[in-house]
């Protein structure tokens, strides 16, 4: 009997046809967080348990509902990681890379966490994670959104605004939470379960409640803005001056308090109306006290993740995504001696001609067959070696996009007949 093998649900596969508009986002993140003095960093996908509960928060979904956590044969709790920032602290601590050091850190990869499957919102899920640590001002705040800002100019996606809030000291927070689970308790009949179980635990995140049933109950409720802390409201007030100068439009949200608890101060979000529900494309901000709730030295922190599946699909609206890029070249054998004498010359073109691409015939097949492949490949070029060609030391050189007849080649010349024959199959017709 066979078993039809399917993929684990909210684990998608990402196909060489789709691929290119992955690589043009992590290649153009790659290359300006360079330029802004960003460092790669890789981490585990694996890490202890507790890690997650002390960062993220044991009252937070994330913690709650929806990590992948499992006992290891040695009997120990470990967690598939479900964002990137806790790792990378982590490591800092474990590396001994503190100690009144800056870091300016990026990374990419997977993430996990056990939600209900959509659009935009999946099991394994992909970011690109940015952190800059041990700088406490606004100014790094400002400059992380320039990048981002940036980012999308580079990338073509025009679809995109800029949230941002302030969510206070953690003692300033405290004194607001008190005055907020007042304010639901004394409008519990309206809140829904979620919100319920949230009072206790996380009351702040019923702010975020998604269930339009709440909205009325949430507009009236107070505002984290109108209860911040003297140094925090500066901190703010120097954040949004520093935008306005460099022409960053933003919006205040005071609801905006994002989902995991070792946010302070400067939080901020990149929202499309492109993506239906899950309108959240880069999310962040500052973590000022999560170095020393892990164990290390007090240390500032700020950083985002941007969500790679979700800017793929505004990239592929916007029509930014690259086409796949064809061979240049595909080179036809036929003949005992010409299959084997096949590879090297395509290794010594390959040498001569690093930046063409080209797609040796593979596995045999008549002249009618081969030639089919070479069509079907997308090459401008089919080079042509049979016994007899290869016993006379040449090439058949024939364009296959065009009219223009086949033609032969010295051997040893082939690498500057290739180029001749490509540009000339470039040139716009007159």
């Known amino acids: ?41 890789r981490v585990p996908v694996v890490e202890h348990t507790a890690l997650f509960k002390r960062a993220i928060g044991e009252y937070t979904d994330v913690v709650e509902k929806e990590m992948y956590t499992f006992c290891d044969q040695g009997g120990e709790s470990l967690t598939l990681r479900p964002e990137a920032t806790a790792g990378i602290m982590r490591a800092l601590i474990s590396n001994g890379m503190l100690r009144g050091q800056r870091h300016k850190l990026w990374c990419v990869g997977p993430m996990f966490r056990h939600e209900r499957p959509q659009k ?103 505002l984290l803005t109108d209860h911040l802390d003297p140094e925090s409201r500066e901190h703010f007030d120097a954040l949004c001056a520093a935008l306005t100068s460099i022409g960053i439009p933003f919006q205040i949200n005071p609801r905006l308090v994002r989902g995991l608890d070792y946010y302070s101060r400067t939080v901020f979000e990149w929202i499309t109306d492109a993506l239906g529900s899950q309108d959240a494309v880069c999310s962040g ?110 090439a058949g050189v024939k364009p296959l996009r065009n009219e223009a007849g086949q033609s032969e080649c010295p051997l040893p010349e082939l690498a500057a007949a290739i180029e001749a024959a490509l540009a000339g199959a470039a040139a716009p017709a007159e």
């Open 285 to 394: 901000g500052r973590y000022d006290g999560l170095i020393a709730q892990l164990g290390g030295e007090p240390t500032p922190g700020i950083g985002f993740a941007m969500g790679v599946e979700r800017v793929v699909e505004l990239l592929l609206q916007a029509g930014q995504a690259p086409a796949a890029r064809a061979a240049d070249v595909y080179v036809v054998v036929s003949g005992a001696r010409a299959t084997a004498a096949g590879i090297g010359l395509v290794e010594r073109l390959r040498d001569e001609l690093p930046a063409r691409r080209f797609d040796l015939n593979l596995g045999g097949g008549n002249f009618k067959a081969q030639f089919r492949r070479a069509d079907r490949s997308g090459a401008a070029l089919a080079l042509i070696l049979g016994d007899d060609e290869l016993a006379r030391g040449v």
């Open 1 to 41: 009997m066979t078993v039809d093998i399917q993929p684990i649900r909210g684990m998608n596969d990402v196909l060489p046809a789709q691929i290119g508009a992955w690589q043009r986002l992590e290649d153009c993140a790659r290359e300006l967080l360079a330029s802004y003095g960003y460092e790669e960093i």
């Open 120 to 222: 935009g919102r999946y099991r394994q899920f992909n970011q690109i994670d940015v952190e800059a640590v041990g700088v406490p001002g606004p100014d790094v705040d400002a400059e992380l959104i320039a990048l981002t800002t940036r980012l999308w100019r580079r990338l073509g996606i025009e679809r995109v605004r800029l949230e941002i809030n302030s969510l206070g000291t953690p003692e300033s927070r405290r004194a607001y939470r008190e005055k907020l689970v007042g304010y639901f308790r004394a409008h519990e009949g309206a809140l829904d379960a979620d919100s319920r179980r949230r009072l206790e635990g996380n009351p702040l995140r019923i702010l975020d409640s998604k269930n339009p049933e709440m909205r009325a109950v949430v507009a009236g409720a107070p």
